[in-house]
């Protein structure tokens, strides 16, 4: 057995023990298949037999698991359709896998990092430490807040179902993963380079809607275009503006670390194509958050060359005129003016709601149920809609308590960067990497103040990847709390 576990595990060839018990629980398992076989449809066996494999390969390639999470991040509507209403997207099923398989790597093979304690705990002599999970207490908060609210919800099952998802859901799958897989630089430049090209591809669907999709009225913009039939990035012009948010100032990253002239040429047409793409979408959120993370750019990084800033900008603001005229009128026309009242009134049964119940809302997930009681809204838009931000979200459902707590959340996720950022030497490899990150995580939470998308892998996987990278530099600084091997790395 021991032969055979070191055929299989090669790096962890000077412990033979830990390869044997691996083996041992695997046969284990294998026997347990083979009597659930006797007793279930062979679909079902196949299904599991399928989900075992997977799961045994990120084992094996976890890092793998994190390129694909990256890779399938915004594209939430790309779903497997399992059956009994049931629907999964493939990047949340992605991300329950690398995190089972992180869970078992941490247990039985501890040089991976994670959960080493537990072993140092049944052992004796190790004390708790919660660094490999960040913000864990203001989590724990805005989780304890969203049980409070089960008090006044309805539907009490439904909103207990979606505390457990999306709202855990989201630190457990796109804060811890990316958090405790990424354990390089190696690592988390790839993970980059996949957010680049998908942000390649995400600008890439709204230029072709530009030049292939019918306009309602004189107005075109970009919007997402379906693949083969399916809506992956969804319908909404946001939805484009919300992943290149997020991605291009993770491209000014691989732009400054890169060496090579050609591919740095590659880099910086890719963020030039994004930029205008983002304002090809008009989304006024786009637009804001993006003047935000330049502007803090320009003030952080480049304010001794402001004066040639200013002039580039004033050459610039020139060429795009046509553009700022366009999105004048465009902000001017009966469609905003429709999304404007929309977003009106949506506010106003949020502050109603909230006014109810202040200090622990009417139950998590049941907005678009109270918005569906509104008869005059229903008249004037229609189906019921999401809260268009997540304060307005967060007070109706889980009132002063959810909304204190989860933005304590977002607190310290900015505040980890921000210290990190402070801590490095201006000579250190990290410190503008860290500063863009601190761009991207602050244009993510910007844009989630005006959208729809608060608890889902496009908000969430660019802040876990941002304290992932936090984690390395504090490391490689000799800035982190913990000693390497404490904190399971």
């Known amino acids: 057995m021991s032969h055979l576990a070191q055929i299989l595990f090669p790096e962890h060839a000077h ?44 084992v094996k390639f976890i890092e793998i698991g994190i390129y694909l999470i990256a890779l399938f991040y915004p594209f939430i509507y790309l779903q497997l359709w399992i059956g009994h209403e049931i629907n999964v997207p493939y990047v949340d099923l992605l991300a329950m896998f690398v995190f089972a398989a992180w869970v078992a790597r941490s247990i039985f093979l501890p040089p991976y990092g994670g959960l080493t304690l537990i072993r140092k705990l049944v052992k004796g002599g190790a004390k708790l430490n919660f660094e490999n999970f960040p913000g864990i207490l203001f989590f724990t908060l805005f989780i304890f807040a969203s049980l409070l609210s089960l008090i006044n919800a309805e539907n009490f099952w439904y909103s207990l179902k979606y505390i457990l998802r ?19 630089r190696k690592t988390l430049f790839r993970v980059f380079w996949v957010l680049y090209f998908v942000g390649l591809f995400v600008a890439g669907m709204g230029f072709w809607s530009i030049l292939t999709v019918e306009a309602a009225g004189v107005f075109r913009r970009a919007t997402p275009v379906s693949i083969f039939g399916i809506p992956i990035l969804g319908t909404n012009h946001n939805l484009i503006a919300e992943v290149l948010i997020g991605v291009i100032p993770i491209v000014l990253i691989l732009i400054w670390e890169t060496k090579e002239i050609i591919i740095k040429k590659f880099l910086i047409l890719g963020l030039l194509f994004m930029i205008i793409i983002n304002l090809l979408t008009f989304s006024r959120t786009g637009w804001i958050a993006l003047a935000l993370e330049l502007g803090l750019l320009v003030i952080i990084k480049y304010r001794k060359s402001i004066k040639n800033i200013v002039q580039f900008g004033t050459v610039l603001s020139l060429i795009v005129f046509p553009v700022l005229v366009y999105m004048y009128l465009f902000m001017t026309s009966e469609i905003v003016r429709s999304s404007n009242l929309n977003r009106i009134a949506l506010t106003k049964i949020a502050v109603e709601t909230f006014l109810e119940h202040p200090l622990v809302g009417t139950g998590a997930g049941t907005f678009v149920e109270q918005v569906s009681r509104d008869k005059w809204y229903i008249v004037d838009f229609g189906e019921p809609s999401e809260a268009h931000g997540v304060v307005q979200k967060l007070l109706a459902e889980t009132g002063a308590f959810g909304f204190l707590t989860f933005f304590s959340l977002l607190g310290y996720v900015m505040w980890r960067l921000i210290a990190t950022y402070r801590s490095l030497e201006v000579t250190s490899p990290w410190k503008f990497i860290i500063l863009a990150l601190i761009l991207s995580s602050f244009g993510s939470i910007v844009f989630q103040l005006f959208n729809t998308s ?11 990847i941002a304290l992932a990278a936090a984690r390395l530099a504090e490391e490689a600084t000799h800035l982190s709390p913990l000693p390497r091997e404490e904190r399971g790395k």
Do not use: C, H
């Not at 046969?27 to 062979?42: G, R, S």
């Not at 999306?166 to 390089?184: A, E, G």
């Open 454 to 464: 608060y608890f889902v892998s496009k908000m969430w996987l660019p802040l876990g």
């Open 15 to 58: 412990d033979p023990k830990e390869q044997e018990r691996l083996l041992f629980w695997s046969l284990i398992l294998v026997l347990i298949l083979a009597l659930v076989a006797i007793a279930v449809p062979w679909e079902y066996l196949v299904g599991i037999l399928v989900a075992l494999l997977v799961f045994l390969f990120f």
């Open 166 to 184: 999306p709202l855990t859901f989201f630190y457990l799958m796109f804060v811890i993963v990316p958090y405790n897989v990424i354990n390089s």
